[in-house]
């Protein structure tokens, strides 16, 4: 009774932190959640015990009305029953019922209520089976009913965390693997499966004598079966949880038969540890360093080519601008037909050049080919290297079979997405604006040649994270910035979705202070458990994607030799006037200034957005010093799709006094809009509030949501074929229009 009233108050906590009581001890902030998982962890015996109080506590929200209890409950819920070493089925068909009520709930309750009932239903019928898949899929241990693999990928911007920062999550990071060999690893799953289905007539102990005293190729055996035995029996729809039962005694009888342990009492249930994620640490120093993680994670390690080399292909290997016709896609590759028939006199006589005598150098000069790309021969280059990366199921075979008369081919198995990539940013909104050029990027390099797409599930995770003690880049940005606008979309994350922001926004500052602190005993046993363990179960539940637009601007220069610049912003476009520099410039500028005002004159055509979502075009003209379009609202239930741009308005006012001007914010909602300096006065534009994202002397910008690369190059297609069609016709119809960044929390987007 006094551990079931323990753990009672500490859901309470829980719940009382998500109405906004935050405990008194501020250090406790954020730190609830891990600390009764953790005290579960230490006596697992008492997991039966909290299941059993958290389904009560979701019931009760559910009969009260308090919605924002039922996901951060449910998710503690889950996280125990995954970890727990035997849950009575009486329970769990409990927690299936409650999940199937959600079935009703506008999303996103229904939707994880839907996800979760299925996961239940298996592990219902195959006890252990949830616990075995996380593990096989993030150690990527071989097993061919369970072929998927797991990675978590930790991102930082080195010129935005401090030298500590890195370092620390660098040692945490390398610390969390240390203990996790594959031995260990089956070894857990073997265990974890028999206790499941035997429940306390399972000798763990002796159990755990028998594996060690095995060499690996008998332990990998008996893994094998156990995954084949647990796999088999949630798949099956007419499975019995009694017949899985009596196979796994079967398995765990010849086990224990394989060994001389002696007959030893019962120990009672036994916990059995969830290894830590595969996780590596990347700092972020290149632009296209994703792309190379993603590729060098789905090629197999046993290929010829050494990863030094790999990595030197990589930075050989180049996009080509292609398509002139799309605009977003101009990185896209398509077949064009040639009319050239490569004889000099079929040229037009508009392409004949008139006689003239030439040098030797000259006539070399012109029998050269020029406009070619001359490239390094790569293994990235042809599809067999790529393809050289898919061996596992579901990947075309590398010879084509013999076709035999009379014989209709087989059809080619389709691609499966068996590897999942989670990327996981620390940092601020600087490092998402980051994240959205590297993932426009991506996106383009599919269109041109499909390689990630098919094989790789691909999610992206935020932990915001803003050093006290910030390096040169940052107090430069932090000048223009204040502390909490950069971090306007964890900021909204949090709003949206309680669970976020109690877990995930409260290592904002959090994981400095432990990076810093002193080094001592306490210190160790705090970080190298907590950050790697919050991130480890922010991956694991945080399913719900938040999608957010990519906009791209198209950027044109006061000098115009000078090419227009393309780029992409997912947070913030910020214009300021730009200072003059010559003597004549500065001295007109004055005579301006004193006559109109501050500022430079504008030109502003936009889309007004309205209800009906009916294009609206208005322009204006005003007198501006500059301008600030946030696409990230202030309120989570405002439009997603939405630039919000404030532009400072001079007014000049006349009075009996003389002549006076005055600041007004002018306020617009849109999705398109140009912006022009009338005056041929330049300006600087910078994305994200990233000063290394600055562009000098501009004169002009154009801004849109950007649309996806393959939808453009579908569109191009469409187009060619049928000059006349404005709409979207036929597969360009279901193809998704918009580029949008999907960034996982725990619950998506609460309304």
Known sequence: AEVESDILRRVRTLLRELDGHHPACQCDRGMLRWTLHKKIDQNPSNSSILVRILVKELERAERGDFRHYIIPLLHTLMYTLIKAPCISDELCSRVYDFCKKLLTLPKPFCTIGLDYAVRLKMERTAPGMLYQRMVISEQSLKSDPYPYQEKIFIFADPELLSKAICNALVTDTEAAQVSQSPRACMCYVIIHAVQAALGEGCDVSGLKRSLQDMPMSDVEHWFQQVVAAVECAGNEASADRGQHAARLEKIYCAVLSSSQAGDAPLGGMQGTPLPNPSISFHLWTEDDQLWKELVLFIRPLSQSCEPDCLSQDLDNFEIQDIISDCECCEQTRFSVLSTDSGIERDLPAAAEEPFAPCSTETEQSRLQRKGGIKKKPSPLESMAFLQAGCNGPGAKPPTKPQRRPGIPPEP????????????????????????????????????????????????????????????????????????????????????????????????????????????????????????????????????????????????????????????????????????????????????????????????????????????????????????????????????????????????????????????????????????????????????????????????????????????????????????????????????????????????????
């Open 412 to 751: 080619a198995a389709p691609l499966q997405r068996l590897h999942t990539a989670r990327i996981v940013l620390l940092g601020d909104d600087r490092i998402l604006g980051r994240l959205a050029q590297a993932y426009h990027s991506l996106r383009k390099r599919e269109t041109r040649r499909v390689f990630l797409t098919p094989r790789l599930n691909l999610q992206f995770y935020y932990i915001p994270v803003v050093t006290g003690q910030p390096n040169t880049l940052a107090v430069a940005d932090h000048a223009a910035t204040g502390h909490e606008e950069l971090c306007e979309v964890a900021g909204y994350l949090g709003r949206a979705d309680p669970w976020y922001e109690s877990n995930i926004n409260t290592l904002c500052h959090m994981i400095p202070k432990l990076a810093t602190m002193p080094s001592s005993p306490s210190k160790h046993l705090v970080t190298d458990l907590f950050i790697t363990d919050v991130i480890a179960y922010y991956v694991r539940m945080g399913i719900q994607p938040v999608c957010f637009q990519v906009y791209t601007v198209k950027i044109f220069f006061n000098d115009p030799a000078q090419e227009p610049a393309e780029d992409v912003f997912l947070t913030e476009l910020r214009t300021q006037v730009q200072e003059s520099i010559s003597h004549r410039e500065l001295s007109m500028t004055k005579k301006k200034t004193t006559l109109d005002g501050p500022g430079i004159d504008l030109t502003v055509t936009y889309r007004k957005v309205v209800v009906s979502d009916r294009a609206k075009e208005l322009a204006m003209s005003l007198r501006s010093t500059g301008l600030v379009m946030k696409a990230i609202p202030v309120d989570e239930a405002e439009d997603l799709v939405c630039l919000n741009v404030n532009i400072t308005e001079i007014v000049r006012i006349n009075n009996l006094s003389g002549r006076s001007f005055s600041a007004v914010a002018n306020r617009l909602k849109t999705r398109n809009i140009k912006i022009r300096s009338t005056e041929q006065r330049p300006f600087t534009v910078c994305l994200d509030k990233d000063s290394r994202r600055a562009y000098r002397n501009v004169i002009s910008v154009e801004v849109s949501p950007c649309l996806e690369p393959s939808y453009c190059l579908q569109k191009t297609r469409t187009m060619k074929f049928s000059l006349h069609e404005t709409e979207d016709v036929g597969l360009v119809k279901y193809m998704p229009k918009s580029l949008l960044l999907p960034i996982n929390t725990f619950a998506g987007i609460i309304q």
